[in-house]
Structure formats: C-alpha cells, structure tokens
C-alpha cells in the first residue's frame, strides 16, 4: 500500500535539495533531470527499495502515460509563453525549415539507423524512430535557461530550440500514429491517418489551441486593464492555462499536447510581454516542482532485467540513432539556415537534441494501442542514455560556445 507521507518526504526532498545547490549543480553540469532520474533509481525496488511504482495503486502504463501528459502540459506552457513577442513571425524560416523539412529528415535517419543496426522489423523501427524524432522540451528546458545559459548561449539560439522542441513535441503525434496504425489497421492506416488523425486530431488541435489561446489573451488584457484582477504571478497562469488546454483538447478528441503549445504561443503574443526578471523565476520553480517528478519516476520503472537480457549493442545501436538524427538533419540543412545560425552554433543545435517526457509519452501511447511491450524497453533505454549524455555535456558544450563569441560577432557583422 502506498504511504502518501513517504511519497511527500522523498519527492520534495529531492526538490529542496535541487533548490539548494541549483548554482554549484548547473555549473557542475549535472541538470534537474540526471539526478532526478538516478534518484528514482536509488529509491527503486533495484536500489533501496523505499520505492516501487506499483504502490501508486495504478496500472504502470497508464500512470506514466498521464503524468507524461500532464507533465508535457505544464512545460509546453512555459516554453511557449517565454518566446518574446514577434518571435514567430521574425523567425518563420527557422520554423518552416526545422519542422517542415526537419523532422521528416530526422525520422528517415532514425529509423534507418534503428532497422539497420538494432534487429527490430521495419514497422518497429520506423514507430521508435517516431517517437525519438521530436526534441523534448522538458529536457531541453535546463539547456536553455537560468543564469548559466543565459551567459553563454545566444538568446536567438535559446528562443529557437525551444520554439521547435514545442511545436515538433505536438506534431510527433502524426509521426507516431502513423507506423501504429499500420501494425494495428494495416488495411484501413493510410485513410485514418489522414481523416481522423491528420485532419480533426493535428489539425482541429491547432485551430482550437489557437482560438483558446487568442481568446484568454484578450481575456486576459480586458480584466487587467479595467482593475478587475489584481496583480498575479506569471505561475498563476501558466499552470492553470496548460491543464485547462490539456483537458478541454483531449475531451474534444483532438492532439491536446499540440493544443497546448499552440494555445499558450498565441496567449503569449496577445498578453504584454512578461518581465525577463519575473520569467526567469517561474521558469525556475516549474522546473524544479513540475517537471522533475516524472523523472523519478522513469527511474522507478526501468527494466533493467529486460536490458540485461539485449546485451550492450541496443543501448550503443540507441543512442547512435538519437544523435545521429540530430546531427545529420542539422548540417543537411544548413544551405537553407545559413543566415539563422552560424557554425558554432549550428553545431551546438545538431547536438542538443534530447529525447525524455514526450518519448516516454509515445511509448506508453504506442504500447497501449499495439500491445508491443519491448517499445517501452527501447524507448526507455533510449531516454536513459540521451538524459545522461545530454544533460552531461551540457555545460562543456555550452563553455564552448561560448568561447566562439568573436566568431560570431564577425559573422553578424558580415551578415550584416
């Protein structure tokens, strides 16, 4: 039976901890989502054992598959709403070419690297190719904000990578429902994926994200302008606006994780726009209580007895596809985004692509529908070995960039 107290003490333990040392972590390169996910391994049942998944009382597929979903909820409602006012309009070609082309080309790579190299049927490979295709926001969101970031990362280079980890997180839906549905409706896939899937679930999400989101923009405005709201935290929008979107778009039947980001991008261009200062700060306090929980759990569940049994290549085979994808749609595209970003910063978007919340999500979605449980096996490996590798570098990687600062000063100036 599960005890409620024990639960409280261990998670928000964890998050006061993470609280405390949050400087020397970011600086130490060890992010919120590495030591959330190898403190769910410690208090597992292959660790100490205070711990087990199955205590919640709920079937394990569908607890992690909503505490996905609601988890991408509250982060895509961040990450939306910090992109500055103008910014999709003044980025149009960054977001045409990375979704439109991008995430096509990432999934052609990751499948082919996964049919080639892991074993697994084609069907198979191209649904784990789907659901490593979109970059996680959740896992994103340390690499690009709090003070670190900030100091050595490009605001044009942050603001895109969160842009695309948002929108691409919504549309990976298609992506995923398509090889589901040719393992589960071979004769009639084609004809659902683009009636019910494409046209009422993508489609209708994006008009209703986009309507909603207009709607409590302008909400929003009239109330405050008129001394009908007192002054209120950006927090006491942000969650609240996501979960509302999330529900209200999943019982409309559409693509709720799509209706979010869309809502809360148009909320963000009609609201003023938020002080940095107090930005920051709700970024800071999502992260660290809304976002780092599913993390712990991930670590609760990890079948280790299921990895032990595929041997050391997968997890080599795995990781090889995730960064791989990246790093080759990136360079493949850089004709067309040469006067985005220059080198050095192109390199560092081919590199931070981390998978984690989202693929979690589609794998517990996928399994659902197809029954195939080593899609969960795979996918967990893969969010494992990308949360290490990632959130590892993340430090180094962006010292570096930093260091090409008069490099990129001289190709402003030759742009220019």
């Known amino acids: 039976m599960l005890e409620i107290n024990l639960v409280l003490a261990l998670f928000a333990g964890l998050i006061l901890g993470l609280s405390a040392f949050s400087s020397l972590l970011q600086q130490a390169s060890l992010p919120g989502p590495v030591l959330a996910l190898a403190f769910g391994v410690l208090i597992g049942p292959h660790a100490l054992g205070l711990l087990r998944v199955e205590d919640f009382g709920v079937p394990t597929g569908t607890l992690l598959e909503q505490a996905a979903r609601i988890t991408?909820?509250?982060?895509?409602?961040?990450?939306?709403?910090?992109?500055?006012?103008?910014?999709?309009?003044?980025?149009?070609?960054?977001?045409?070419?990375?979704?439109?082309?991008?995430m096509a080309l990432m999934l052609v790579v990751a499948t082919g690297v996964l049919w080639g190299l892991l074993g697994v049927p084609f069907l198979l490979a191209l649904l784990l190719g789907a659901i490593i295709t979109p970059t996680d926001p959740v896992v994103t969101t340390p690499v690009v904000t709090g003070s670190l970031a900030e100091q050595r990362i490009p605001e044009r280079v942050r603001h895109n990578l969160s842009a695309e980890s948002g929108i691409n997180d919504g549309l990976g839906y298609l992506f995923v429902m398509l090889p589901v549905l040719l393992l589960t409706k071979p004769g009639e896939a084609w004809q659902e994926l683009l009636t019910k899937v494409l046209l009422w679930e993508v489609l209708g999400a994006g008009l209703f994200g986009a309507v909603v989101g207009y709607l409590l923009g302008k909400l929003f405005v009239v109330v405050r302008s008129r001394g009908f709201m007192e002054e209120?935290?950006?927090?006491?929008?942000?969650?609240?606006?996501g979960l509302f979107v999330l529900g209200a778009g999943k019982l409309l039947g559409t693509d709720a994780v799509l209706a979010v980001f869309v809502a809360a991008a148009v909320f963000g261009q009609v609201i003023p726009q938020w002080e940095e200062e107090q930005e920051d700060k709700v970024d800071?306090?999502?992260?660290?209580?809304?976002?780092?929980?599913?993390?712990v759990l991930i670590g609760l569940v990890l079948p280790w007895s299921a990895w032990a049994q595929l041997g050391w290549g997968p997890p080599v085979v795995l990781l090889a596809a995730v960064l791989v994808r990246r790093l080759v749609t990136l360079w493949a595209l850089r004709p067309l985004l040469k006067g985005v970003h220059d080198r050095p910063e192109t390199f560092f978007l081919s590199w931070f692509g981390p998978i984690g919340v989202?693929?979690?999500?589609?794998?517990?979605?996928?399994?659902?529908?197809?029954?195939h449980h080593e899609v969960f096996v795979y996918t967990t490996m893969a969010i494992t070995a990308s949360v290490l590798v990632h959130g590892l570098s993340t430090a180094p990687v962006s010292a570096w960039l930093a260091r090409q600062e008069p490099q990129r000063k001289?190709?402003?100036e030759t742009a220019a």
């Open 72 to 102: 991408l909820g509250v982060g895509l409602a961040g990450v939306a709403m910090r992109l500055p006012h103008g910014y999709w309009r003044a980025n149009a070609r960054w977001i045409v070419v990375i979704i439109g082309v991008g």
């Open 232 to 241: 209120s935290s950006y927090l006491g929008f942000l969650v609240p606006f």
């Open 284 to 295: 800071d306090v999502v992260n660290r209580f809304f976002l780092l929980p599913i993390f």
């Open 358 to 371: 989202s693929a979690l999500f589609y794998a517990t979605l996928a399994e659902r529908h197809t029954g």
């Open 410 to 412: 001289q190709y402003e």
